[in-house]
């Protein structure tokens, strides 16, 4: 976006940041609530896939890069990740192309953080635990600064991001925060690491990476958690609170025998808009576990890439969602088997309350070279009201017909009711009886966090979110 000014004066009496030839917003951390007066009109309706936002152009890449004085190859890696960015589809996958749905996101006026962040960014790392020789837990300009070679040959050509996803190419374009973890070579490390981002303020974007690398040998268990920045606003009548956007990604590389266990809780407030993208590389016999819980924001866009390259490599991946109200969830999971006597063990389950929907995308690819893979692929909805929806859309692509074993199943329906009858042949009453079972649905992913007290919060939320649903059903009635 080009504005004709006269001046750097005349920029900055209009809240304009001059950079160079570009001019663009000045982005600062004021929160605004706008008042909707009644005989105002109604904005022009949105196709389902077209973006709710317009702050990515070459200006605010440009001020990203000046204003937090980046090097100049990074400064290019940002405009070239712009350009992609802007001839990409929302989604290039033609299977998948019916079913976006982006119009709950209102984003029109977000401005993006730059050097600024939302109330309790960082806290994740205050006080630290003393870590292993070989450990290191940072923020990328930590890393930058520590390990200008490493830090380069990471992000430089975006190769720890999908180069065909719209979405991605807007995170490695216009990231503004970010962490480093990297393990060293044979480096056992017993305690998990909690990571910790909150969500972005109302009107505001928070655009972040996460670079996950471990050695040869090495393993961890890292628990991420996506929280709100704070407690939810009240508005008068007439008013209504911007929505905000977090959009994070994370990025693993594997080396040889390396083990990974990653848990992340998505639980931001109902004004949350967020995007989320996972690219894991695996070596050879290295293993990766990921537990992912969506709970919470109103609209989810969320994609994992398994990558198995290494012989003997291996991903066990399992994803829930419990949905309430009119929230939306679009998860779309792509693992591709590349190396020999590989493994993938692939499973995605939702629940839905009152009105809300969920997709569930998944594509296994075995290639020519991924002689005697062994992959699964299974995607369950369960409808807990009429109003509520769930679609399951698995499916394979093999070019390798020496496998152990490659199947996909799903099911969408209500709870069945053979369960519902025998426990409540046992006395249970027919609330309880559902809570047992909606719960022992989800229950996957509970028990593979990997650190105890983010298991237990994880059971009090679930059980939380079956009860405040509970109670709107009962008042509906």
Not at 56 to 69: H, K, N, T, Y
Not at 105 to 123: F, I, N, Q
Request: charged share 25%; aromatic share 6%; hydrophobic share 40%.
């Amino acid at each position: 976006m080009l504005l004709a000014l006269s001046s750097k004066a005349d920029a900055s009496s209009a809240g304009i940041a001059v950079h160079g030839v570009f001019a663009t917003p000045r982005y600062d951390s004021r929160v605004t609530i706008e008042t909707r007066p009644t005989d105002r009109p109604r904005p022009l309706r949105r196709g389902p896939a077209e973006l709710p936002f317009h702050f990515a152009d070459r200006g605010l890449a440009q001020a990203l890069a000046s204003e937090r004085e980046e090097p100049a190859w990074l400064r290019a890696e940002r405009i070239e990740a712009l350009m992609a960015f802007e001839g990409l589809p929302v989604e290039a996958n033609q299977l998948y192309t019916p079913y976006i749905d982006l119009r709950a996101a209102s984003l029109d006026e977000v401005r993006p953080y730059v050097t600024d962040g939302p109330p309790g960014l960082g806290d994740d790392l205050v006080g630290l635990p003393q870590l292993p020789r070989g450990v290191h837990v940072e923020t990328m300009s930590q890393w930058l600064e520590r390990d200008p070679d490493g830090f380069r040959a990471a992000l430089d050509g975006g190769s720890g991001l999908p180069s065909g996803d719209k979405l991605a190419q807007l995170a490695r374009g216009f990231w503004s925060h970010g962490r480093h973890v990297e393990i060293g070579e044979r480096v056992q490390v017993a305690e998990p690491i909690v990571l910790r981002w909150p969500g972005a303020a109302p009107g505001r974007a928070l655009i972040s990476r996460t670079i996950v690398t471990l050695g040869a040998g090495a393993s961890a268990a890292i628990v991420e958690e996506q929280v709100p920045c704070g407690p939810e606003i009240d508005c008068a009548e007439g008013q209504v609170v911007p929505q905000g956007l977090f959009h994070g990604t994370t990025e693993i590389v594997l080396g040889e025998g390396a083990s990974l266990g990653l848990a992340s809780i998505q639980q931001m407030g109902p004004n949350q808009v967020v995007f989320q993208h996972r690219h894991a590389r695996i070596g050879e016999g290295a293993s990766l576990h990921w537990a992912l819980a969506q709970l919470g924001s109103r609209l989810v866009r969320s994609r994992v890439d398994n990558r198995l390259e290494g012989d003997r490599s291996s991903v066990e991946q399992v994803e829930i969602v419990f949905g309430g109200e009119q929230q939306l969830f679009d998860l779309t999971s792509y693992t591709r088997h590349l190396g020999r006597d590989t493994t993938g063990n692939l499973l995605s389950k939702g629940a839905l309350l009152d009105r809300s929907r969920s997709f569930m995308k998944g594509l296994i690819t075995i290639e020519k070279s991924a002689v005697g893979t062994d992959s699964f692929l299974g995607e369950f909805g369960m409808n807990l009201s009429k109003a509520a929806r769930a679609v399951a859309i698995p499916s394979l692509e093999i070019d390798q017909p020496d496998c152990r074993r490659a199947a996909h199943s799903s099911s969408v329906g209500p709870i069945d009711p053979s369960q519902l009858f025998y426990l409540e042949s046992r006395g249970i009453p027919p609330d309880e009886a559902r809570k047992f079972i909606v719960l022992g649905f989800l229950e996957p992913v509970v028990a593979r966090v990997p650190l105890e007290s983010a298991r237990e919060d994880l059971r009090g939320l679930l059980e939380a979110k079956w009860a405040a649903g509970l109670e709107a059903a009962s008042a509906a009635a």
